[in-house]
T-cell receptor
Framework: EDQVTQSPEALRLQEGESSSLNCSYT??????LFWYRQDPGKGPEFLFT???AGEEKEKERLKATLTKKESFLHITAPKPEDSATYLC???????????FGKGTKLSVKP | DTGVSQNPRHKITKRGQNVTFRCDPI?????LYWYRQTLGQGPEFLTY????????KSRLLSDRFSAERPKGSFSTLEIQRTEQGDSAMYLC????????????FGDGTRLSIL
């Protein structure tokens, strides 16, 4: 069964304190791994797509990496506005739908 | 590109009533998805349309749920005889291009059952 596990469930950082979020997955025939950011009361906002092991994507203070079993979202020198829940999702085989993890709730204190 | 639009944003109803939600996808996106999200969980897939054809339905989609996408444009999700367990955020996403392109989400409809 396709599955996504995210850790930690919650992460508190001081402004400027870099860290990483983990997404472990099992899927039959990975078509893509997706990272989203979700603010309270809003829908998920697309950040990155990774398609194959070894691929990396960057956007401002965020960098996503992918191996055959997991993905990391690295946050460098975070700011309070980076506070949100970060969701990881996979798309596998012939499926169109995404399978999501439960997310990591990030809080960045000034 | 105005993004995915969902209406209403909030819906409060009594148990046993019927409710209908609407989703307007990004124009020219041919794929449309419905997901449900409860507190502390990631979104869970409900159903999927390619143009006007409903191609996939989750086991979560009981017979009280029905979805349509007439003419391959907007979509509606109806829940009949609502139950307490139906309380959740209902999210719509649309996707264009290849089937492995990103799905873009609306801000959802939050359903509360009294």
């Amino acid at each position: 069964e396709d599955q996504v596990t995210q850790s930690p469930e919650a992460l508190r950082l001081q402004e400027g304190e870099s860290s990483s979020l983990n997404c472990s997955y099992t899927v039959s025939g990975l078509r893509g791994l997706f990272w989203y950011r979700q603010d309270p009361g809003k829908g998920p906002e697309f950040l990155f797509t990774l398609y194959s092991a070894g691929e990396e994507k960057e956007k401002e203070r965020l960098k996503a990496t992918l191996t055959k079993k997991e993905s990391f979202l690295h946050i460098t020198a975070p700011k309070p506005e980076d506070s949100a829940t970060y969701l990881c999702a996979v798309q596998g085989g012939s499926q169109g739908n995404l399978i999501f993890g439960k997310g990591t709730k990030l809080s960045v204190k000034p | 590109d105005t993004g995915v639009s969902q209406n209403p944003r909030h819906k409060i109803t009594k148990r046993g009533q019927n409710v209908t939600f609407r989703c307007d996808p990004i124009s020219e996106h041919n794929r449309l998805y419905w997901y449900r999200q409860t507190l502390g969980q990631g979104p869970e897939f409900l159903t999927y349309f390619q143009n006007e054809a409903q191609l996939e339905k989750s086991r979560l989609l009981s017979d009280r749920f029905s979805a349509e996408r007439p003419k391959g444009s907007f979509s509606t999700l109806e829940i009949q005889r609502t139950e307490q367990g139906d309380s959740a955020m209902y999210l719509c996403a649309s996707q264009g291009g290849r089937g492995d392109q990103p799905q873009h989400f609306g801000d959802g409809t939050r359903l509360s059952i009294l």
